[in-house]
Every structure is written in C-alpha cells, then in structure tokens.
C-alpha cells in the first residue's frame, strides 16, 4: 500500500528532473550555436588576413589556438589587475567613508573576484576552441567545470564575509553596555561557516553537479538516526554547551571552580569547555558535566574577604592592647580599595592558650586576586613597622614551668596530721 501511494510522487519528481534535464540540453544546444556562428565570423577574418591561420592542427585551425593563448593570458592578466583594483584602488575609496564595513567587503572580494575573472576567461577560450570541433558534451563538461568554479568563488567571498560579522560581533561584545558574550560570538561564527558552506554545496551539487538532493537528503536522515544513537555523549555536549551559552554562568577569561578544576576558562566549544589550573594544567570537562555540576564563579565576586588573626603576649599591658586595636583600625582604614558600606573590623576576641588574640576582618573590593596578595603584603608589613615602633610583641607558642625556688610562687606540702603547711625550707 505504501509503495503505491509513493509511486505519483515519485513519478512527479522523475518527470521534474526529466525537463530540467531537457531545459539544460536546450540551453547548451543555444551556447553552441551562438559560438558557433562567432567562431566562423573570426574564421573567415582569419583565413582573408592569411591563408596559414585557417591551416587545421588535430583537426582546429591555428587561428584558434592563438586566440585561446591570448584570451587565457588576457584573462590571467585581467584577474590580477580586478584583485590590485580592489586591494589598493577601491580601498582608498571605501577609507573615506565613516564606517568600516564597506572597507571590508572590498577588501575580502578581490581574492574571489580574481578567481571569477580568470575562471570565465579561460571558460571563454575553451569555448573559441572546443565549439565546432569536438563534441558538444565537451562544451556542456566545461561550461559546467566552469560555473562550478565561479559558485565556488562565491561561496569563498561568502564564507569570507563570516569574518567580517565576527568581528562586528566581537566588537559589540566587547562593550560593557551589551550583553552580548564573546563565546556567543565564537558559537555564532562557527555556525555561520558551518550554514555557508553545507548551503552552498548544495545548492553547486544540485544545479552544476546534478545531484539528487532528495536521495541525498533521504540517506543523510538514515544516516544521521544512526549516528544520533552512536554519538549520544556528542549530542548531550552539543545541548550542555546551548545551556551554559543561554544561562552564561561563567565567561571566557573568568575563574572558576567546576568539579574541583579551579582556574580560569580558556575557552567554550561545542563538546567541553577548558579550564587552565593554578598549577598551569589544561583540565577539559564535557560540557554535560559542566550544564549539570555545581559552579563556583571566583571570577565575579565583588569583592574579597580577608579575616586575620594576630596574637600578642600575655605580659601585654592593656594600654598597649588597646594601642595595637588601634594601630590595625588605623592601617585598615580607608584602603584603597575599601566599600564605605563595608569598612574593616578589628575586635579584641579571646583569651587564647599562648597569645591575647586580636582579629580583623576586612573586604578588598577587586576581583584582582594578585592585586589582593599585593595589598596583604603592604599591610602585614605596616602593621610589624607600628607593632615594632610601640613594643608590642608578637606572641609565640609557649609554656611556663614554675620552679620551687621561685620567692614569688613558694611549694607548699602539706603533711598527714599536720595542722600547718611546711615549706621545704622548714623541713
């Protein structure tokens, strides 16, 4: 039953490609004739400017060999004269003009554009020198050759003037008033190279080469379900990269913790996303893994927290305590990079085992950890200059032995049945 409800429309798709194929033979039957009448006009010129140019070699007149040489080097010549035009000429031109854009889609055409002029002159002296003396499919095979190289010319500008939007994009992108992501901007080029080129041999294999897009079209779906069940991890990575590009948790250049990898991302493809460690070690993570873990954005914090701890000795008056708060509030305060909502706090907290303990907390308001290294060293430094100019000693671990002959902290034994404490000395 099927088979049957398919036969009209196959029929139909026949029948198309039956007249495309009549209208084509129809049309190179005209490009023959039309060169046909041009070549015996310049024949019989030929023959009256001198006898020997109509003599025939390998069954071509002579005169058609000589002006297939002169229309190819013309055309060779040609070509290189449109590419300078367009380089040097036409750029000067464009240049003063107030935007950049035509400047670019002049300068990336003189490359195509010398390929097209070189391509359709050689075209014209295979055609001087085929047409009449050999078969007309040899016309049909060079003609087509020769529209294919032009299609392919153009796919070339085409895929050329990528570029020029990327870095259109690229620009906007970097303008911190757009929300716009360079990965999303990397993902877009690729794209669009990947949109030109698969439209444009297409549409060459559909028109010029003479292939069967349906087919063609029927085994890329059989093929394509085979590979989606053979490459599942691929498609996942392929969906992963959509979400981290739409939900933009983390941008290219950020640092970023992401399943233990802590460092920042070198880059975003299509299949993972790339992290380069603190120790300098490329850590690659599927990017399945990365739309589902947990991800800590170092990178966009606004600020950060240092807490810090300093301990001085017990035999510290506390006039000298309060001396050493006030040193750290005074150092803190107003930093260079310092949040009036946020200012420093320094506080006398505890009674530790080796050490009276004073803590700070205080915020550095930058995203720049090397710049933040750089200012704890400034203040560590500062606060021993102070410390040191005032007395104030920094506490270490220690112990205290009391010994027995210490006048100020006497033994005392006391005996069983004895109604007063004995000091070594009395007994």
Not at 74 to 93: D, E, I, N, P, Q
Request: with cysteine; charged share 20%; glycine share 6%.
């Amino acid at each position: 039953m099927a088979s049957a409800a398919d036969a009209p429309s196959s029929a139909v798709v026949s029948a198309d490609r039956d007249a495309e194929a009549l209208r084509r033979a129809e049309h190179l039957r005209d490009l023959d004739s039309f060169f046909t009448a041009k070549v015996d006009i310049i024949d019989s010129q030929a023959r009256a400017i001198h006898p020997s140019l109509g003599r025939r070699v390998a069954g071509v007149a002579l005169w058609r060999y000589a002006l297939f040489v002169l229309v190819v080097l013309g055309a060779l010549l040609g070509g290189a004269v449109v590419s300078w035009f367009l380089r040097h000429y036409a750029t000067r031109l464009t240049a003063r003009t107030p935007w950049n854009l035509d400047d670019h889609l002049v300068s990336n055409a003189a490359q195509p554009a010398q390929l097209v002029v070189q391509t359709l002159g050689i075209w014209l002296g295979l055609m001087l020198l085929v047409v009449g003396s050999m078969p007309i499919a040899i016309v049909g095979l060079c003609t087509r050759l020769a529209m294919t190289v032009v299609a392919a010319a153009v796919l070339w500008y085409l895929y050329r003037l990528v570029d020029v939007a990327d870095r259109y994009l690229r620009t906007l992108a970097e303008r911190d008033d757009n929300p716009l992501d360079t990965t999303v901007v990397d993902v877009a080029r690729r794209a669009m190279r990947i949109s030109v080129l698969v439209i444009g041999i297409v549409f060459i294999g559909n028109n010029l080469l003479d292939w069967d897009i349906t087919a063609l079209l029927a085994s890329a779906g059989v093929v394509g379900l085979a590979l989606a069940f053979a490459a599942q991890d691929t498609i996942a990575n392929f969906f992963g990269t959509l979400m981290v590009l739409v939900d933009r948790p983390f941008r290219v250049g950020e640092r970023v913790v992401i399943d233990g990898a802590d460092g920042p991302v070198e880059s975003i493809g299509f299949r993972s996303t790339r992290i380069r460690t603190l120790d300098g070690h490329l850590v690659t993570l599927p990017n399945k893994s990365v739309a589902n873990a947990k991800i800590e954005n170092v990178g966009r914090r606004p600020s950060i927290k240092r807490v810090g701890t300093l301990g001085i000795t017990y035999d510290t008056p506390v006039e000298k305590v309060q001396k050493a708060l006030q040193i750290v509030r005074d150092i803190l305060a107003g930093h260079r990079c310092q949040d009036p909502a946020q200012p420093p706090r320094v506080f006398f907290t505890d009674f530790a085992d080796c050490a009276l303990t004073i803590q700070f907390i205080a915020w550095f308001h930058s995203s720049d950890f090397w710049d933040y290294r750089q200012w704890c060293e400034e203040v560590n430094l500062e606060i021993m200059r102070r410390f040191d100019a005032e007395g104030i000693e920094f506490a270490l671990p220690t112990s205290t032995t009391y010994l027995a002959q210490d006048p100020k902290r006497p033994l005392v034994i006391t005996t069983v049945g004895a109604t007063d404490p004995l000091t070594p000395r009395e007994r």
